[in-house]
């Protein structure tokens, strides 16, 4: 089931399937939950599974003013509240990952487990960065034409605004992302966007994270490995325990 509904104000488009325990997807930046076709919508067999399109980007309309990182936690937590008025599993691909870190920071209360695909939480992470200056890449422009109300000429104007939050919004410091409280899972592919030294760094200041490099993929690794990053997601989503033989990193000081 698709649907509208008032969001800070904004009428935000999303998708709404499957029963059970709720697990909300976020997008990247300049897409929409395509991005998750035919690959993480198939948790909808064992979830309620929740994909809303931020402000500008798929079915929802661009508003006047910036799209920022901070903005767009706002808006994600408030559609968490309104949705579901409770604890959620909340899975971030690429920039829907930032966005999903800081609702996890600022909101722990609405996150019981977080999956952060492709995130790089300071822009020094990401090897390419979105550009208003080079022409936009015909790909992206025809999906976003195929289903914006604002038009395939308005793309552009939100290019704009994603290239100068990606550059100049504030990085994640790390006390903040030790404050994550939540199960995590780190998840990159090999040859992403984001340098596996910020992968790494990443997942080594969160408290309780796991590790997922998928091999042999780029920064389009679910649609490059679908089963195996699938199968990653759900497993840790379970959250069945699994005990290590030899742990390093998780057998504390003693």
Request: hydrophobic letters at 45%; glycine letters at 8%.
């Amino acid at each position: 089931m698709a649907d509208y509904i008032d969001v800070n104000g904004i009428s935000t488009w999303y998708e709404d399937g499957g029963s059970g325990a709720p697990v909300v997807l976020l997008h990247g930046g300049l897409t929409d939950s395509r991005d998750f076709d035919g690959n993480l919508d198939a948790l909808a067999a064992d979830y309620r599974l929740l994909l809303p399109e931020r402000r500008g980007h798929g079915h929802t309309a661009d508003q006047p003013g910036p799209i920022t990182m901070d903005l767009l936690a706002e808006d994600s937590a408030a559609f968490i509240e309104r949705i579901v008025d409770g604890p959620v599993r909340l899975v971030g691909y690429s920039a829907g990952a930032v966005v999903a870190l800081v609702v996890a920071i600022r909101r722990p209360d609405l996150v019981d487990r977080l999956v952060l695909i492709s995130g790089a939480f300071d822009k020094s992470g990401a090897i390419l960065k979105p550009s208003a200056d080079a022409p936009p890449p015909p790909v992206l422009v025809a999906a976003y034409a195929e289903v914006s109300p604002d038009g395939a000429d308005h793309f552009p104007v939100v290019m704009a605004k994603v290239a100068r939050s990606a550059n100049d919004d504030p990085p994640i410091p790390a006390a903040d992302l030790a404050t994550v409280a939540c199960p995590t899972l780190v998840m990159a592919a090999d040859d992403d966007i984001v340098t596996l030294e910020h992968t790494l760094e990443l997942y080594r200041s969160i408290p309780d994270a796991q590790l997922a490099i998928v091999p042999e993929t780029s920064h389009l690794l679910l649609h490059e490995k679908p089963e195996l990053c699938t199968r990653l997601v759900r497993d840790f989503l379970a959250g069945t325990p699994t005990t290590t033989w030899m742990p390093i990193r998780r057998a504390g000081t003693d």
